[in-house]
T-cell receptor, first 114, second 114 residues
Framework: AQSVTQLGSHVSVSEGALVLLRCNYS??????LFWYVQYPNQGLQLLLK??????LVKGINGFEAEFKKSETSFHLTKPSAHMSDAAEYFC????????????FGGGTRVLVKP | EAEVAQSPRYKITEKSQAVAFWCDPI?????LYWYRQILGQGPELLVQ????????DSQLPKDRFSAERLKGVDSTLKIQPAELGDSAMYLC????????????FGEGSRLTVL
């Protein structure tokens, strides 16, 4: 079975500072990996995804993530935080053996301080 | 831009009552998902449809929950009777196929059971 662990349920960063959100996964097959963002009282929006190929993936709003197979990690980064980045972020892994069912981590809420 | 439509956005009910949520996926999307998101947690898959057929309902509490997608387009999720622990956000998502795990989410239906 797939699983996702997000380290830190809350992260506080200053505007302009680096954003780093950690995600580790377990998977018995090569994974598809995703980061989604959720703004208050809204659904989830895809930030970026890794399927195959280049391990550094660029997404929307200046975010990027790097797939590291040896570390079973898919950490999300943004060089300079903006106030609009305040939201909850979810890492997810797709189970190709089960109809590509998405398994989500518990989420990390980002607070951006002025 | 095409969106996943859900209604109602908010529902308050008393325990033991029946509730229903409706979802209209993006046109042409064959795969439809219902997720439950408890406050502070990641979404958990309740049921997955491929056209009108259920692909995965292993996490659906079948004694009180039911879901249907009769014509392979829109879908209804029903809870009867509602319990206090059912208070959550119910998210509908759709995808063109089930081959990549990239989902498009609606804004969700927030249920409060009193």
């Amino acid at each position: 079975a797939q699983s996702v662990t997000q380290l830190g349920s809350h992260v506080s960063v200053s505007e302009g500072a680096l954003v780093l959100l950690r995600c580790n996964y377990s998977s018995s097959v090569p994974p598809y990996l995703f980061w989604y963002v959720q703004y208050p009282n809204q659904g989830l929006q895809l930030l970026l995804k890794y399927t195959t190929g280049a391990t550094l993936v660029k997404g929307i709003n200046g975010f990027e993530a790097e797939f590291k197979k040896s570390e079973t990690s898919f950490h999300l980064t943004k060089p300079s935080a903006h106030m609009s980045d305040a939201a909850e972020y979810f890492c997810a892994v797709s189970d190709q053996a089960a109809g590509n069912k998405l398994t989500f981590g518990g989420g990390t809420r980002v607070l951006v301080k002025p | 831009e095409a969106e996943v439509a859900q209604s109602p956005r908010y529902k308050i009910t008393e325990k033991s009552q029946a509730v229903a949520f409706w979802c209209d996926p993006i046109s042409g999307h064959a795969t439809l998902y219902w997720y439950r998101q408890i406050l502070g947690q990641g979404p958990e898959l309740l049921v997955q449809f491929q056209d009108e057929s259920v692909v995965d309902d292993s996490q659906l509490p079948k004694d009180r929950f039911s879901a249907e997608r009769l014509k392979g387009v829109d879908s209804t999720l029903k809870i009867q009777p509602a319990e206090l622990g059912d208070s959550a956000m119910y998210l509908c998502a759709s995808s063109f196929g089930a081959d990549t795990g990239e989902l498009f989410f609606g804004e969700g239906s927030r249920l409060t059971v009193l």
